[in-house]
């Protein structure tokens, strides 16, 4: 048995959307400012949208797939969800960058990815 799907706290009749829902659904509780999520098909996208959020999918390597997040070759990434773009601007400079152990291609570089704010 599958536990019940995340719905938004503004309508209990309606999901939050796809895997990261329940990150979504905790930002428009107010349970947490702002929360990363994943999307690779629309699972930070949709729930942001569901919940009346800023949800964005950075370009791929913006935010480092280490270690051992997600999918390092497919089109899966990290990105925030938060009430404002200013917020989800700050958690994208706080995500982004390149780790030591980063899978991706070019993890070795020395390019310094730019701040949004």
């Known amino acids: 048995m599958s ?10 009749r309606r999901t939050a959307g796809g895997s990261s829902g329940g990150a979504a659904a905790a ?8 929360a990363p999520g994943s999307d690779g098909g629309g699972s ?3 729930p942001a949208s569901c919940c009346g959020l800023v949800g964005l999918k950075p370009t791929r390597g913006r935010i480092s797939a280490a270690p051992g997040y997600g999918d390092p070759v497919g089109p899966a990434t990290a990105g925030p969800l938060a009430r404002t773009v200013r917020d989800a601007a700050a958690l994208l ?4 960058g390149r ?8 993890a070795t570089s020395s390019r310094v990815v730019p701040r949004c704010l």
Do not use: E, Q, W, Y
């Open 27 to 34: 930002v428009t509780a107010g349970l947490v400012p702002l």
């Open 99 to 106: 780790r030591v152990s980063d899978p991706s291609p070019g």
């Open 93 to 96: 400079d706080v995500m982004a």
């Open 44 to 46: 930070i996208r949709i």
């Open 3 to 12: 536990p019940p799907p995340a719905v938004t706290p503004r309508d209990p």
